[in-house]
């Protein structure tokens, strides 16, 4: 969400400051203050991104544009050693705008500013600090109090005014003209927002002026947010206590006001975003917090989309899925007026006028291609047929370098022999302005539509016919403008896109919900690419099937590795040039989707081109340096250019490129691509959207059309991105990657055979040892390394990964049957090429309320009302049941047992923990409120039991592991910990994880349990962070990101003592009471003591069968309860994670032959029967019974 901050404050003598000073740190400059001799330094400065002076229009000051003449001016006009030298206003920059674009609208405030105050403004842009929020883009504007000049600075501003002289010559107040100040800078920055197309807004009132009564945040500044992160004391934060309390307060009374900040945001939404927004206005009091969480939670306000749900074979949960009443009726309320105008007839278009449109459309496309053969494709008419047929809405789905524009050329013709006027409109300039030039239609800009409807010009009518192009990047609430719009007036719209490309700008996917709704034509035969097997690669990369796509560029060897971004670059410098001298007809770009890159590659080409001698380099060689939004940049003729903002006067549209063909002072001429040798003179006074234009953003480039496409790849790309980028050119196509970027292999250090954990005592297993860049040193141990160590071979310091390749079973000497891990070593580009896969695979699809209409009608019985035909049968006295929500369903077990209730969800918590594994990438940083949970979690099913070695203690799987999924990289695939099952007495010597070699950071926890032997230090400190989980459950709170990182901490702790050491303390806390007792009643040395006499006896309870036997029947009892009480479908989802854990009791059992002996003589108990079936384990049974149980069930009319 776009944020709004607006403040002033004076620079002034009294409080030790000079406007020299200031300005210098503000942009970054060495500036030397006349009055006292002191020379103020800041070259060194990082993140200041453009620095300018803006003068009054029609001012002649230039000498005002020296940065040290004028504010040593402003410190020698004031004589008072308390005077005020200058007035500084900061804003915030919409994170959401582009650089180009923050840096307009704060040069517009600035000019504003100066035009209103006669004044000089001094305005530099910051960057986001690395240690602060990375959307904290803002401006300082320093002006001078004083009107500036051709001779000086003059009289003092209006600004600078008492209220007392201001009010007697009828001029506004020092605080009325604030507020229209801050007015002027909502209405810029929204209008900037509207004109990048996006759904966003700012708002300059208050929160009281604005009707909520939520205290807002206080703006805290870099330097204060970098302190309160390191814990020191700041002067002031974001909230006091008073204002954090009277917030709970209110969103207890008014919890939709927090949902109405969120959905500024977006429109599908999950607990997470809550708890974000809560954060903002509720301190830190986590009682506060969770009851202020609770009241949002059970607004009226808020709509359910989907519920919590558990995969029952692995245990992941996906959360459940919100939004907001207004925000589903936005949605809906769109959905039906496209359903009412594809019903509703009258713009169709005589079959004759069709058929010569479409006949004039093949003769251009003979005349073009020289083929008297060649014609529009069979996918082409049809398109044009539907979209040219009665209904007052269609939509055209066209994968890229499909032929839309010439589909469309056709379709204008044919609408205007019928009488129709065709208009056009896209979400940027650059679209628009290549809607207008290959279909004829006359286009603008959505943000430009909006505005002439807000006037009254340019409104529709029922003889219009209105064409939105790349209509997969607009956002909900402005599609639904534009479809309530067309409804209204009797006009007929036509939606053409591909969701499957940049995805919208704003809340939502319209599009595709659209075309889900009332169908859609499809062009899918790509007519861009000049290969058969490039075009099959573009269909692949439009239907999701990326690896596919990349597979068949990667073997025919266009895609390359560099081993550094720099190396990546260099290699697209030189095959673009090479390029560009053996076809200098030709066409070509290169992209990149961080802006970085692209600036990169620019500077390395022309670099290139200087040092050929072909391009001018210096003013005395023929090139001019002029100042852009981006900074100082040189041009010569030869270079190429891009435009950045659209602008009518020029005839420029943003994203537009050209070539240069002369510079001169304060100008530059440049021939436009695309125009027929249209030529365009820059005022580089009033247009400085320019930039290099060798290279653009991946965003500048839909719908572009070039010969040779040069693609840098970066881990910040998705499928979406990647598929604009590979499908732009016609010839051919090359992808460039970094290995540094891409690779998380380790650096081989030794291998060979050792004593297990280099303990003499031991006996031999094979090992390897790897070094990550930061020097750390790990281990694996495993029999099948020593075989794919010989396979391949790998050289001392050579970089390598370990892949997990599964395992195969194995019988020991003693008869046990077991398995031994696979093992494969990879090389630095494959693991490389693994991982540029799979992130350029990720999908970034956004959602819609209207994704989750089935699930939501079904849940409340109202699927045929909402036009949705439900699956299930509902009993009819069931349908007067309606919106209780279904996760009270799945806290009734835990009614049940409210003495156990605490002990039971910190174990399950306990067991959630991610695994941690060997597999080379950066741990992920957990989401700030990943901790909170308000609906009962599964315990989900483990693919294998733990394993500890046979000096190990043995650990009974009470309760299923949560199946965690594997991170692949240098030690993919590898468990930590990995215990044989109970049963086992003798097994392979377990693979497992060395510890780094290096000395931990030393820590206040560590400095307490001094003296404690190392099982008692780490017993001490997990005792101390379970007792702080358990009063947090006990109390009602949720459980915290640090507590379950300090937790998580302590488990490692425990198994850098001993491996196994955590299972073991987890396994006691299940059950013994006593060592319970112990840890939330007692405290230091005692609890240390108690904790670890219960492990000892919890080890020794655990070598014995008969007691793994009987806790195995008291928790199936206990679950099968569970199951009883939850019949109805209104109970699945509760009951589908009970029988989640059931068929995990199930699996484990299997792997503990012991347990399963014994239990045969306990049928009855477990509600099999008395009489065994021939050949079948007691596990098998079990999963038959439960088999039958649900299907009876669904035939009785219980579940779905």
């Known amino acids: 969400m776009a944020i709004y901050h607006f403040s002033m404050k004076p620079v002034s003598r009294a409080g030790g400051r000079s406007a020299v000073a200031s300005m210098a740190y503000r942009a970054g400059e060495k500036l030397t203050n006349e009055r006292d001799g002191i020379t103020h330094d800041y070259t060194a400065k990082q993140g200041v991104e453009h620095a300018e002076i803006v003068l009054p229009e029609g001012v002649n000051a230039d000498w005002a544009r020296d940065r040290s003449d004028l504010w040593n001016a402003a410190e020698f006009a004031e004589k008072r050693k308390d005077a005020r030298v200058a007035r500084e206003f900061e804003i915030a920059l919409p994170h959401e705008l582009s650089a180009e674009q923050r840096l307009e609208a704060a040069r517009e405030m ?31 504007l320093l002006m001078t109090t004083r009107q500036v000049t051709e001779g000086g600075l003059g009289d003092k501003t209006y600004l600078e005014r008492e209220n007392k002289w201001l009010l007697a010559h009828d001029l506004p107040t020092t605080d009325m003209q604030l507020r229209d100040l801050r007015q002027r800078w909502e209405g810029i920055a929204n209008e900037r927002l509207a004109m990048a197309g996006l759904d966003i807004r700012i708002d300059h009132r208050s929160h009281m002026e604005r009707g909520l009564e939520i205290a807002p945040t206080e703006h805290m500044g870099v330097h204060a947010t970098q302190m309160e992160r390191r814990g020191l004391d700041v002067s002031r934060s974001r909230l006091d206590e008073e204002a954090a309390r009277r917030n709970a307060e209110l969103i207890r009374e008014k919890p939709e006001q927090v949902l109405t900040l969120i959905t500024g945001e977006k429109s599908v939404f999950d607990r997470h975003d809550v708890a974000r927004a809560l954060h903002r206005y509720i301190n830190d009091d986590p009682q506060e917090f969770q009851s202020a969480f609770a009241k949002v939670m059970a607004s009226p306000a808020l709509v359910e989309l989907q519920p919590e749900r558990a995969d029952p074979a692995t245990g992941e949960i996906e959360l459940a899925r919100y939004s907001t009443r207004e925000m589903v009726e936005i949605e809906s309320g769109m959905i039906e007026s496209a359903q009412r105008m594809h019903g509703a007839h009258g713009h169709g278009v005589d079959r004759r006028h069709v058929e010569r449109a479409i006949d004039r459309q093949d003769a251009a496309i003979q005349r073009s291609a020289g083929d008297a053969s060649a014609r529009l494709s069979d996918e082409q008419r049809r398109a044009i047929e539907h979209i040219t047929g009665p209904e007052r809405i269609a939509a055209v789905v066209g994968y890229a370098g499909a032929g839309k524009s010439t589909m469309l050329a056709a379709a204008r013709e044919a609408w205007e022999a019928e009488g129709y006027q065709v208009h056009g409109a896209a979400l940027s300039g650059k679209a628009a302005e290549g809607l207008e030039e290959s279909s004829g239609i006359q286009s603008r800009t959505l943000a430009s539509w909006s505005r002439g409807w807000e006037n009254d010009r340019g409104t529709l009518g029922r003889g219009d016919v209105f064409v939105i192009d790349e209509a997969g990047m607009v956002g909900s609430r402005q599609l639904a403008r534009f479809v309530g719009e067309a409804e209204a007036r009797g006009a007929k719209i036509v939606l053409v896109g591909d969701h499957e490309q940049l995805q919208a700008i704003g809340a939502g996917a319209p599009f595709r919900a659209i075309t889900e709704e009332i169908g859609h034509a499809e062009l899918s035969e790509i007519r861009r690419q000049r290969v058969d097997w490039q075009r099959e690669a573009s269909v692949d990369f439009a239907t999701h099937r990326t690896a596919e796509g990349l597979a068949a560029y990667r073997d025919r060897g266009n895609i390359s590795f560099a081993e550094t971004g720099e190396d990546a670059r260099g290699q697209i410098v030189r095959d673009y040039l090479a390029d560009r001298d053996e076809r200098p007809d030709g066409t070509r770009v290169a992209m990149a989707h961080r802006r970085a890159d692209v600036r990169a590659i620019n500077d390395a080409i022309r670099a290139e081109l200087q040092d050929r001698g072909e391009l001018a380099q210096g003013e005395d060689a023929g090139a001019l340096t002029f100042q852009t939004n981006d900074g100082k940049r040189e041009f010569a003729p030869g270079d190429r250019i891009v435009f950045l903002e659209n602008n009518r006067d020029l005839g420029v549209k943003n994203g537009m490129l050209g070539t240069v063909d002369h510079v001169e002072p304060g100008r530059i001429i440049a021939t436009l691509d695309g125009r027929g040798g249209d030529s365009v003179s820059v005022p580089m006074g009033d247009y400085q959207a320019i930039d290099h234009g060798y290279a653009t953003t991946i965003h500048k480039n839909q719908g572009a059309t070039v010969d040779r496409a040069y693609v840098m790849a970066s881990g910040t790309m998705d499928r979406h991105l990647t598929y604009v980028a590979m499908t732009r050119h016609r010839d051919g196509v090359q992808l460039y990657a970094a290995q540094d970027e891409f690779t998380n292999a380790g650096r081989l250090v030794e291998h060979g055979a050792a004593p297990y954990e280099h303990d003499p005592q031991k006996s031999d297993s094979y090992f390897v040892t790897l070094e990550n860049d930061k020097g750390e040193q790990r281990t694996l141990w495993g029999v099948d390394l020593e075989r794919a160590m010989k396979e391949a071979a790998p050289e001392i310091g050579e970089k390598i990964g370990l892949q997990h390749e599964g395992s195969t079973p194995v019988t020991l000497p003693d008869g046990t049957q077991t398995h ?34 089935r699930d939501f009608a079904e849940r409340r019985g109202i699927a045929e009302q909402m036009g949705v035909r439900s699956e299930i049968e509902i009993p009819a006295e069931r349908t007067g049941l309606r919106a209780e929500r279904e996760s009270t369903a799945g806290d009734h077990a835990l009614d049940r047992r409210s003495s156990q209730k605490v002990r039971a969800d910190l174990a399950q918590d306990l067991r959630a923990d991610p695994r941690e594994d060997l597999a080379g990438d950066r741990q992920q940083r957990q989401r700030p409120f990943e901790g909170l949970k308000l609906g009962r979690r599964a315990a989900p099913e483990s693919r294998e039991p733990d394993r500890a070695g046979a000096d190990g203690p043995q650990i009974d799987q009470k309760r299923p592991q949560q199946a965690e999924k594997q991170r692949r990289g240098m030690f993919a695939g590898l468990k930590l910990n990995a215990r044989p099952a109970p049963s086992q007495e003798r097994t392979e010597r377990p693979e497992r994880e060395g510890s780094l070699r290096q000395a931990p950071a030393p820590d206040r926890l560590a400095e307490r349990a001094r003296g404690q032997s190392p099982l008692e230090a780490a017993v001490d400190r997990y005792s101390r962070a379970y007792q702080s989980i358990d009063q947090h459950r006990r109390e009602g709170l949720p459980v915290l990101d640090m507590q379950r990182q300090e937790i998580g901490d302590a488990g490692r702790q425990l198994d850098q003592v001993q491996g196994g050491m955590k299972d073991l303390l987890r396994s006691t806390l299940q059950n013994d009471p006593a060592t319970v007792r112990a840890m939330t009643e007692l405290s230091g040395r005692e609890r240390v003591a108690q904790v670890i006499d219960g492990m000892k006896r919890e080890n020794a309870a655990l070598q014995d069968p008969n007691i793994r036997a009987e806790r195995f029947v008291e928790r199936w009892q206990e679950l099968q309860g569970q199951r009883r009480e939850l019949r109805g479908w209104q109970h699945d989802d509760a009951r589908a994670k009970v029988e989640s854990q059931m068929n995990g009791m199930t699996k484990s059992l299997e792997r503990d032959p012991q347990v399963d002996s014994i239990l045969r003589n306990r049928r009855q108990e477990l509600g099999i029967g008395q009489q065994q079936r021939r050949g079948q384990s007691i596990a098998h049974e079990l999963q038959e019974e439960m088999s039958r149980s649900r299907q009876l069930s669904r035939g009785i009319g219980l579940g779905r």
């Open 820 to 853: 031994r891990n696979t093992w494969k070593v990879q090389d630095a580009g494959e693991l490389a090429y693994s991982q540029l896969e799979r992130r350029l695979s990720r999908s970034g699809v956004k959602e819609t309320t209207l994704d989750y209409t």
């Open 110 to 140: 600035a000019q504003e500013l100066a035009d209103r105050y006669g004044a000089a403004v001094d305005f530099a842009i910051h960057a986001p600090h690395e240690a602060s929020d990375v959307r904290n883009h803002h401006a300082h």
